[in-house]
C-alpha cells in the first residue's frame, strides 16, 4: 500500500531499514523526486523540525592550483544575500525564522546544512535555494569575508597545531590537491574574485555528484517537492578535475616555535574506505590510540609516564588516499623521549597485535557506543550522509555493529603488521628548537 501511495505522488520508495539506536527503531526510506533527485529520508514527529544535510563532490580539493582557499571562501559567501536579498536582509530573513543554514568546504566534498522549524520548512527550502542557484556575491560582504578568512590565517600561522597539520600536510602530499591549504594563503584569497567564485560553484554545484539525507517532521512527498525546488535547477553534470589517488609520503620535519610545549604529528598510510581489512584495521587502530583513555598509547604516554596530557590516533579515509594519523604535545626536552615511546608501542602493536581481552574491550565500545551516533536528528542526518558519501549502503547501521563483531584476531593482528610497520614514518615536531 505505501508503495502504491509513494507511486501516485511521483515518488520512488526503494528501500526501508530499520534501526534501534536508544529506545526506538529508525527508519530510513530511499525518496526520488518526481525529477529523479534521490535522497534518504527519516520521518521523526517527536520534535517539529527538520534537519537537510547534504553534500556536492568537491571540496577543498578542487581549488584551482593558483587559488587555494577559494571553496572556503565560498561557503562564508552562499548566506551572504542572494536573489533579492543582500547580505544583511538575508540574514534578517533567517534570524526571524530561526533557520540554521551553513555551509562547509571539506577537503573532497562541498557540504551545506539546513536545520529548521516545521512550520518555516517552506520558507527554509526556499531560502536554500536562493543560496545555491542566485547567490549575489556583492562587493560588500566579499570584502568582509575575505579580511576575515585573511585574519585566521595570519593567526594560525601562531598556532603550534595549525603549523603542524600544514606542515604534515606538505610533506605527505608533496604536489597534490591535498597538500594546498584550505583556507588558503593571504596571497590567494588577496586574488579571488567574484568570477572565480560563480566559477566554481557553477562547477561543483551539479545533480550527479549530489548526496542528501532529510530527517524530521517530513514526509516523502514534501521531501520530493523540496528536492526539485531546491536541487532540480542546478546543472545536471558537475565539471570536476580529476584527483590522482596518491599514497601518503614519509619523512620528517621541524619546525622552530617559541611554544611551552612541542606538538608532535605523525602518521603513515591507512586503508581505504573500500578495502576489505578496513573493519580490522578501525578495530586496531581504535586499541592503539583512538580509544582516548582506554588506548595502548594513553596508557603508556600519559598514565604511566605523564609526558603528555593526551595523545591518539586517527583514521582519514580520504577519496584519493588514506592515512593513519597521531598527535600529542610534550616538552621539548622530552620529545626525543615520546617519539621513541610512539615508535615503540606502534612496533610491538605491528609484531604481536592486541590480546583477546583487548580486542573483546574494543568491541564492547565501539558496538554500544555506536548509538550515540543517533540520538538527535542533526547527528542521524550527519551519519546518514556520512553513509551515502562512503558507498556503505543504505542498509549499513543494521550491518556494522555486526561487522564489528566479526572482526577476529588474527584479522586485527594483520591489520596492524600492515598499517602500524610505517605507522611513524611521517614525524613532525613543532615547537622550540633548543631541547636543553
Not at 520508495?13 to 527503531?25: K, R, T, W, Y
Not at 531560502?127 to 560582504?141: H, I, N, T
Not at 514534501?222 to 580529476?242: E, Q
Not at 582506554?294 to 588516499?321: I, K, N
Request: glycine share 8%; net charge negative.
Amino acid at each position: 500500500m505505501m508503495a502504491n501511495l509513494l507511486a501516485r505522488l511521483g515518488l520512488a520508495f526503494i528501500g526501508l531499514v530499520i534501526l534501534a539506536p536508544a529506545s526506538q527503531a529508525i527508519e530510513i526510506q530511499r525518496v526520488v523526486s518526481p525529477g529523479g533527485i534521490e535522497a534518504w529520508l527519516v520521518e521523526d514527529y517527536a520534535v517539529p523540525i527538520v534537519a537537510v544535510n547534504f553534500a556536492f563532490s568537491g571540496g577543498t580539493s578542487q581549488d584551482p592550483a593558483d587559488r587555494p582557499g577559494l571553496a572556503n571562501m565560498l561557503s562564508g559567501l552562499l548566506d551572504e544575500g542572494a536573489g533579492d536579498l543582500d547580505s544583511k536582509a538575508f540574514q534578517a530573513k533567517l534570524n526571524d525564522l530561526s533557520i540554521g543554514l551553513s555551509f562547509d568546504a571539506g577537503r573532497d566534498d562541498f557540504f551545506g546544512t539546513l536545520k529548521t522549524l516545521e512550520e518555516n520548512k517552506d520558507e527554509a527550502f526556499s531560502m536554500l535555494a536562493l543560496s545555491l542557484q542566485k547567490p549575489r556575491f556583492d562587493a560588500e560582504p566579499i570584502e568582509r569575508i575575505r579580511a576575515q578568512i585573511q585574519v585566521s590565517i595570519n593567526e594560525s600561522k601562531k598556532d603550534p597545531e595549525s603549523v603542524a597539520s600544514a606542515t604534515i600536510r606538505a610533506t605527505a602530499y608533496p604536489g597534490h590537491p591535498y597538500a594546498q591549504p584550505p583556507e588558503g594563503t593571504v596571497e590567494s584569497i588577496a586574488a579571488i574574485s567574484a568570477d572565480d567564485l560563480k566559477n566554481y560553484r557553477e562547477r561543483i554545484f551539479a545533480r550527479d555528484h549530489l548526496n542528501v539525507a532529510v530527517v524530521g517532521a517530513i514526509d516523502a512527498k514534501s521531501v520530493g517537492a523540496m528536492l526539485d525546488k531546491v536541487f532540480g535547477p542546478l546543472p545536471a553534470k558537475g565539471k570536476l578535475t580529476d584527483i590522482p589517488d596518491t599514497i601518503p609520503k614519509g619523512g620528517t620535519a621541524e619546525v622552530d616555535m617559541p611554544n611551552p610545549q612541542t606538538v608532535i604529528t605523525f602518521g603513515g598510510p591507512g586503508p581505504r574506505r573500500d578495502a576489505p581489512d578496513f573493519m580490522a584495521a578501525f578495530v586496531a587502530n581504535h586499541i592503539l590510540g583512538g580509544g582516548t583513555f582506554s588506548s595502548r598509547l594513553y596508557e603508556e604516554v600519559r598514565e604511566r609516564r605523564g609526558l603528555a596530557y593526551s595523545v591518539g590516533t586517527m583514521m582519514l579515509p580520504f577519496r584519493h588516499s588514506a592515512a593513519i594519523s597521531g598527535n600529542t604535545a610534550t616538552r621539548a626536552d622530552r620529545v626525543d623521549e615520546t617519539v621513541g615511546l610512539i615508535k615503540s608501542e606502534m612496533a610491538r602493536m605491528a609484531k604481536d597485535g592486541p590480546t583477546e581481552e583487548e580486542l573483546a574491550k574494543a568491541k564492547s565500545f565501539l558496538v554500544g557506543s555506536y548509538a550515540l551516533r543517533f540520538d538527535s536528528s542533526s547527528k542521524i542526518a550527519r551519519q546518514l550522509l556520512a553513509i551515502q558519501l562512503d558507498n556503505l549502503g543504505i542498509d549499513y547501521i543494521n550491518k556494522r555493529n555486526d561487522m564489528v563483531d566479526a572482526v577476529t584476531l588474527d584479522e586485527v593482528k594483520q591489520a596492524s603488521q600492515k598499517y602500524f610497520t610505517d605507522g611513524t614514518s611521517l614525524i613532525v615536531r613543532v615547537g622550540p628548537h633548543d631541547k636543553s
